[in-house]
């Protein structure tokens, strides 16, 4: 059997969280892993939605599975039930198993119960964090793990983990402003549809859980777009379309979907009073932006077909993840700020 370290068990939780950055607001996105007293990897999971079960907890309830064949645990998909259920029915055979997750597991009873009181009477007794929590109210997990004699090591991979806890960090303080684009491997992002589908639900799905999406009055003239969540049945966000021209064509759809506010302004500065924000655009976009943009995610389909790209100028990126769940590659970047 291969001799895999705590670094790798944290890069898969680290890995899986990932998929669902941007979905689980205003949470945070986790992951997590658990790993048999042998070294096997039992099970990864991740939290990917407000109000449904922590990263930890579904972790877990693919590991008492894995490990019990059980197959009643799989049917629960309430949080309360599956702590309950856990509990209730574990029988030691998570005493000899290690955890890893890429955030302090909470210490409250807020819309689903304790993680850290979970894993204290599941009998674990190696636990790996990779980011403390700052949030006044959940933190202090470490410490009820520690007090049911848990041996817990903090800090691993907290570079990766802090990058993945950011969005939340901002929405806590201040606001998240993301920038998103579509381009092919020619690097390409015009001539009808770039990406895939699959991606294009995946930025509804997004859009569905933003308050607030910033687009080019360039863009709404010569694209006419709806800007909605249609393909995911979501929400849409209200639109702040930055232009120094106010006068637009009230025919386009954007124009028209229901409960929105639609902004026109030459200010940036009207993004305040939102707190996830995502912008779209091509190069102009990415330039008038960049003071204000936190990340990027860009998807690269696998084809040619266009003239125009994201622009000329010089710009570095430190990627924090790549993914290829579908058809196209999808990658999370900040700007590389050297050794700033």
């Known amino acids: ?162 990058a993945l806890l950011k969005p939340f960090l901002c929405w806590q303080d201040d606001l998240f402003v993301f920038f998103k684009w579509a381009q092919r491997l020619d690097g390409s992002v015009d001539n009808g549809i770039v990406s895939s589908t699959a991606s294009r639900e995946h930025v509804h799905a997004l859009r569905n859980k933003c308050d607030l999406l910033v687009i080019g009055g360039e863009s709404v003239r010569k694209d006419r777009p709806t800007l909605d969540a249609r393909l995911v049945n979501g929400k849409a966000p209200d639109v702040l379309i930055y232009s120094r021209e106010k006068e637009f064509d009230r025919t386009i759809p954007l124009f028209h979907v229901k409960n929105r506010r639609v902004i026109i302004s030459d200010n940036l500065s009207d993004m305040q009073g939102y707190k996830n924000v995502m912008i779209e655009g091509g190069q102009n976009m990415l330039q008038a932006t960049k003071g204000y943009v936190d990340y990027y995610l860009c998807y690269i389909a696998p084809t040619f077909g266009g003239n125009e790209s994201m622009g000329s100028e010089v710009e570095k990126f430190d990627i924090l993840n790549i993914q290829k769940e579908t058809q196209d590659i999808m990658m999370w970047m900040k700007i590389d700020e050297g050794d700033q």
């Open 1 to 162: 059997m291969v001799d895999y370290t705590d670094e790798y068990f944290m890069s898969l939780a680290v890995a899986e969280a990932w998929k669902y950055q941007g979905l689980t607001y205003p949470n945070p996105a986790v992951g997590c892993s658990v790993v048999g007293e042998h070294g096997q990897l039992l099970s990864v999971g991740a939290h990917q939605e407000a109000g449904k079960p922590h990263a930890e907890v579904n972790a877990l309830q693919q590991a008492y599975y894995k490990l019990t064949n059980d197959e009643r645990v799989l049917k629960l998909q309430d949080s309360s039930d599956i702590h309950h259920f856990l509990i209730t029915y574990h029988n030691n055979i998570f005493e000899k198993i290690s955890l890893y997750t890429t955030l302090e597991p909470c210490s409250h009873q807020g819309k689903t119960p304790s993680c850290a009181k979970l894993i204290s009477a599941l009998g674990i007794k190696k636990v790996y964090v990779g980011s403390l929590d700052t949030n006044p109210i959940a933190k202090a997990g470490c410490e009820i793990l520690k007090n049911s004699g848990a041996y817990v090591s903090s800090a691993l991979l907290q570079k990766e983990c802090d």
